[in-house]
């Protein structure tokens, strides 16, 4: 769902979103596979005001990045792609999907996921030699016990959804500092995205979850980047972008600081703009 919301400013990238081929999905999809298409998302970019876009590997297609790459190819310049790879996969693969627009590797790290924390700094070794990303996902709520692993990936890191703490805990909880101490590093952004997924107080403010990413806005303006995680799968009805919009917009109030946030920082990470190819 899309309200009628005031446009993002000139430049605005989604640094995080999924395809789904219609009549593509695996037997045993934990969710409902929504409609989503290349060509509905470029209506959201259209009425929202998107110019460049992040396309994520989906976990429902495990190491088949084929959904994803034509999306890719129909977009053009104006996306880049996160992919998902056997832990093993050749340097001829990783040099064939550099070449489709892909600049990076997500590690999903919750059920469903293909990678061990072992794998992490090897891979992250051969991410760093490209120059890749690599964007994790996990349960917030486990960083204190992560640090060790996660200090050791040379690569940048991309964290999901605020951290995605899977029970909302508070700026002062250890798990959460945790997190602040990773973004101090200068090698980690964060996804201001997802609010809802993990939010007990809910719509419309999702107050347990947007405190969390007021904070790490206030200390990192440069460190965060602007999500639609659009079609939102696991959540119906979906969420009104338009209105997450404005949430976001609210938590970060400045003009100076929604540039940051709504473009440049996404801009200068995944090559758009005027600095051209990652």
């Known amino acids: 769902m899309i309200s009628e919301a005031s446009l993002l ?23 409902t596979v929504p409609r989503a298409t290349v060509d509905d998302y470029q209506h959201v970019m259209r009425k929202l005001g998107i110019e460049s876009v992040v396309l994520v590997q989906s976990m429902l297609y495990g190491t088949d990045n084929s959904v994803m790459l034509s999306g890719l190819r129909t977009l053009g310049n104006s996306a880049r792609g996160i992919a998902v790879v056997n832990v093993k996969a050749s340097e001829a693969l990783l040099d064939d999907l550099g070449s489709q627009g892909i600049v990076g590797l997500r590690a999903f790290m919750l059920h469903g996921g293909i990678y061990e924390w072992s794998d992490l700094p090897d891979l992250g070794e051969r991410l760093a030699a490209r120059g ?39 700026p002062d909880h250890t798990a959460f500092k945790s997190l602040m101490s990773l973004l101090a590093t200068g090698n980690v952004w964060i996804k201001l995205s997802g609010i809802y997924e993990t939010s007990i107080t809910g719509a419309p403010d999702y107050e347990d979850v947007a405190v969390l990413a007021r904070t790490v806005a206030d200390a990192f303006p440069h460190r965060v980047i602007w999500a639609s995680n659009w079609p939102h799968p696991n959540l119906q009805p979906a969420p009104d972008d338009g209105l997450l919009i ?4 609210s938590i970060v109030p400045d003009p100076y600081r929604q540039k940051l946030l709504f473009s440049a920082n996404a801009q200068a990470l995944f090559g758009f703009g005027a600095e051209g190819n990652p």
């Not at 430049?11 to 934990?30: C, F, L, N, R, S």
């Not at 996990?138 to 940048?156: A, W």
């Not at 404005?246 to 917009?249: D, F, I, N, P, W």
Request: charged share 25%.
């Open 132 to 170: 890749w990303q690599m964007h994790l996902q996990l349960d917030g709520r486990e960083l204190p016990q992560r640090m060790d692993v996660i200090s050791r990936i040379p690569c940048k890191i991309v964290i999901d959804h605020v951290g995605k703490f899977l029970k909302p805990v508070g």
């Open 246 to 249: 404005e949430l976001s917009r």
């Open 9 to 31: 400013p000139a430049e605005a990238v989604d640094a995080h979103m999924h395809i789904y081929a219609e009549g593509v999905h695996k037997g045993d999809a934990p969710f």
